[in-house]
Protein backbone atom coordinates (compact mmCIF):
# COMPACT_ATOMS: atom_id res chain seq x y z
CA UNK A 1 0.00 0.00 0.00
CA UNK A 2 1.33 3.62 -1.16
CA UNK A 3 0.06 6.70 1.18
CA UNK A 4 0.32 9.97 -0.36
CA UNK A 5 0.30 13.03 1.32
CA UNK A 6 -1.91 16.48 -0.50
CA UNK A 7 -2.17 20.09 -0.37
CA UNK A 8 -4.19 19.79 2.88
CA UNK A 9 -3.06 18.63 6.22
CA UNK A 10 -4.47 14.81 7.28
CA UNK A 11 -5.99 14.18 3.79
CA UNK A 12 -4.08 11.32 2.43
CA UNK A 13 -4.69 9.43 -1.01
CA UNK A 14 -4.19 5.51 0.06
CA UNK A 15 -3.02 3.12 -3.13
CA UNK A 16 -3.84 -0.31 -2.42
CA UNK A 17 -1.43 -2.88 -4.39
CA UNK A 18 -3.64 -4.59 -6.77
CA UNK A 19 -2.76 -8.60 -7.80
CA UNK A 20 -4.00 -8.87 -11.15
CA UNK A 21 -4.10 -11.74 -14.12
CA UNK A 22 -6.55 -12.82 -16.69
CA UNK A 23 -9.26 -13.64 -14.48
CA UNK A 24 -9.25 -10.31 -13.18
CA UNK A 25 -7.50 -8.85 -9.82
CA UNK A 26 -7.42 -9.25 -6.05
CA UNK A 27 -6.69 -6.07 -3.67
CA UNK A 28 -6.91 -5.70 0.26
CA UNK A 29 -8.43 -2.45 0.33
CA UNK A 30 -8.28 -2.42 4.27
CA UNK A 31 -6.44 -4.14 6.55
CA UNK A 32 -6.05 -2.23 10.05
CA UNK A 33 -2.84 -3.49 10.60
CA UNK A 34 -1.40 -2.50 7.49
CA UNK A 35 -3.25 0.99 8.13
CA UNK A 36 -1.51 1.13 11.29
CA UNK A 37 1.96 0.47 10.09
CA UNK A 38 1.38 3.89 7.32
CA UNK A 39 0.69 6.03 10.55
CA UNK A 40 -3.34 5.67 10.09
CA UNK A 41 -4.68 4.62 13.34
CA UNK A 42 -8.43 5.16 12.90
CA UNK A 43 -10.86 3.04 14.31
CA UNK A 44 -13.84 2.19 11.71
CA UNK A 45 -17.20 1.77 13.24
CA UNK A 46 -19.67 1.72 10.50
CA UNK A 47 -19.57 1.25 6.12
CA UNK A 48 -21.69 3.00 3.94
CA UNK A 49 -22.35 2.37 0.62
CA UNK A 50 -23.98 4.79 -2.22
CA UNK A 51 -25.18 4.14 -5.87
CA UNK A 52 -26.00 7.58 -7.82
CA UNK A 53 -27.60 6.09 -11.12
CA UNK A 54 -26.28 9.72 -13.74
CA UNK A 55 -24.01 11.80 -14.36
CA UNK A 56 -24.05 14.72 -12.31
CA UNK A 57 -25.58 13.53 -9.17
CA UNK A 58 -23.46 15.74 -6.53
CA UNK A 59 -24.02 14.81 -2.83
CA UNK A 60 -22.53 17.60 -0.25
CA UNK A 61 -20.58 18.94 1.03
CA UNK A 62 -21.10 16.86 3.99
CA UNK A 63 -19.82 16.53 7.49
CA UNK A 64 -20.94 16.03 11.14
CA UNK A 65 -20.24 18.55 14.29
CA UNK A 66 -18.30 17.08 17.22
CA UNK A 67 -18.22 15.27 19.25
CA UNK A 68 -19.85 12.93 16.54
CA UNK A 69 -17.57 14.39 14.07
CA UNK A 70 -16.39 11.41 11.32
CA UNK A 71 -13.33 10.51 9.62
CA UNK A 72 -14.15 8.72 6.48
CA UNK A 73 -12.13 6.24 4.30
CA UNK A 74 -13.87 6.82 0.70
CA UNK A 75 -13.65 4.40 -2.02
CA UNK A 76 -15.49 3.77 -5.34
CA UNK A 77 -16.19 0.44 -6.29
CA UNK A 78 -18.07 1.07 -9.83
CA UNK A 79 -17.54 4.15 -11.72
CA UNK A 80 -16.20 7.58 -10.95
CA UNK A 81 -16.34 10.08 -9.02
CA UNK A 82 -14.64 14.07 -8.39
CA UNK A 83 -14.52 14.24 -4.46
CA UNK A 84 -13.89 17.08 -2.96
CA UNK A 85 -12.31 17.68 0.69
CA UNK A 86 -12.78 21.40 2.28
CA UNK A 87 -11.25 22.48 5.63
CA UNK A 88 -13.53 23.72 8.54
CA UNK A 89 -11.31 23.95 10.72
CA UNK A 90 -11.51 27.67 11.88
CA UNK A 91 -8.39 28.42 12.97
CA UNK A 92 -6.45 26.23 10.39
CA UNK A 93 -3.77 28.11 8.20
CA UNK A 94 -5.69 25.93 5.61
CA UNK A 95 -9.41 27.01 6.36
CA UNK A 96 -11.85 27.20 3.53
CA UNK A 97 -9.18 25.55 1.21
CA UNK A 98 -10.36 23.00 -0.81
CA UNK A 99 -8.98 20.12 -3.05
CA UNK A 100 -10.60 17.81 -5.27
CA UNK A 101 -9.71 13.68 -6.49
CA UNK A 102 -10.68 11.41 -8.75
CA UNK A 103 -11.64 8.32 -7.58
CA UNK A 104 -12.60 5.49 -9.53
CA UNK A 105 -12.90 1.87 -10.08
CA UNK A 106 -10.07 1.82 -12.63
CA UNK A 107 -7.57 3.67 -10.37
CA UNK A 108 -8.92 1.93 -7.19
CA UNK A 109 -7.66 4.93 -5.33
CA UNK A 110 -8.99 5.37 -1.80
CA UNK A 111 -9.32 8.99 0.21
CA UNK A 112 -8.83 9.25 3.74
CA UNK A 113 -11.01 12.68 4.86
CA UNK A 114 -10.29 13.49 8.88
CA UNK A 115 -12.83 15.24 11.03
CA UNK A 116 -12.81 18.99 10.48
CA UNK A 117 -13.27 18.43 7.17
CA UNK A 118 -16.73 19.08 4.88
CA UNK A 119 -16.82 16.22 2.03
CA UNK A 120 -18.93 15.95 -1.29
CA UNK A 121 -18.17 14.09 -4.55
CA UNK A 122 -20.32 14.53 -8.07
CA UNK A 123 -20.69 11.31 -10.54
CA UNK A 124 -18.58 11.02 -13.83
CA UNK A 125 -20.23 7.79 -14.64
CA UNK A 126 -23.86 6.78 -14.30
CA UNK A 127 -24.42 3.61 -11.77
CA UNK A 128 -21.52 4.87 -9.68
CA UNK A 129 -20.84 2.83 -6.51
CA UNK A 130 -19.64 4.65 -3.92
CA UNK A 131 -18.29 2.52 -0.35
CA UNK A 132 -17.34 4.73 2.31
CA UNK A 133 -16.11 3.59 6.46
CA UNK A 134 -16.43 6.33 8.89
CA UNK A 135 -14.97 6.30 12.37
CA UNK A 136 -18.13 7.28 13.93
CA UNK A 137 -21.87 6.08 13.58
CA UNK A 138 -24.50 8.77 11.70
CA UNK A 139 -26.42 11.44 14.13
CA UNK A 140 -28.66 13.07 12.56
CA UNK A 141 -28.54 16.11 14.96
CA UNK A 142 -25.07 16.94 14.49
CA UNK A 143 -25.81 16.57 10.41
CA UNK A 144 -24.39 19.42 8.64
CA UNK A 145 -23.17 20.30 4.89
CA UNK A 146 -22.17 23.76 3.19
CA UNK A 147 -23.33 24.59 -0.13
CA UNK A 148 -21.77 23.49 -2.96
CA UNK A 149 -21.64 26.25 -5.24
CA UNK A 150 -20.52 28.83 -2.35
CA UNK A 151 -18.69 31.38 -4.17
CA UNK A 152 -16.01 32.17 -1.52
CA UNK A 153 -14.75 28.55 -2.13
CA UNK A 154 -15.26 28.59 -5.73
CA UNK A 155 -14.94 24.70 -6.46
CA UNK A 156 -14.14 23.60 -9.79
CA UNK A 157 -16.95 21.28 -9.82
CA UNK A 158 -17.21 19.03 -13.25
CA UNK A 159 -21.09 20.36 -13.54
CA UNK A 160 -22.42 23.61 -13.08
CA UNK A 161 -25.95 22.13 -12.99
CA UNK A 162 -26.22 18.96 -10.40
CA UNK A 163 -28.40 16.58 -9.38
CA UNK A 164 -29.09 17.62 -5.73
CA UNK A 165 -31.16 16.12 -3.08
CA UNK A 166 -33.81 19.06 -1.35
CA UNK A 167 -31.04 18.77 1.88
CA UNK A 168 -28.02 19.46 -0.35
CA UNK A 169 -29.90 22.46 -1.75
CA UNK A 170 -30.67 24.22 1.33
CA UNK A 171 -26.71 23.88 2.65
CA UNK A 172 -25.86 27.38 4.33
CA UNK A 173 -22.72 29.31 3.13
CA UNK A 174 -19.58 28.53 4.79
CA UNK A 175 -19.81 31.91 6.34
CA UNK A 176 -22.58 30.86 7.72
CA UNK A 177 -21.94 27.36 8.58
CA UNK A 178 -22.27 25.69 12.15
CA UNK A 179 -18.71 24.36 12.45
CA UNK A 180 -17.35 23.73 15.94
CA UNK A 181 -13.63 22.70 14.67
CA UNK A 182 -10.12 23.05 16.24
CA UNK A 183 -7.02 23.23 14.27
CA UNK A 184 -4.74 20.86 16.20
CA UNK A 185 -1.30 21.78 14.15
Known sequence: MKVLTTK??????IEPVVHGDNRGFFMENYNQETFNKCGINTIFVQDNHSLSAEVGILRGLHYQLNPAAQTKLVRVISGEIIDVVVDIRRNSPTFGQWESFVLSAVNK???LVPQGFAHGF???VANTEVQY????YYSPEHDRGIAWNDPALAIDWPTLTPILSDKDVKHPLLAEADLN???EG
Open 181 to 183: FEY
Open 133 to 136: KVDN
Open 8 to 13: LPGIKI
Open 122 to 124: CTQ
Open 109 to 111: RQL
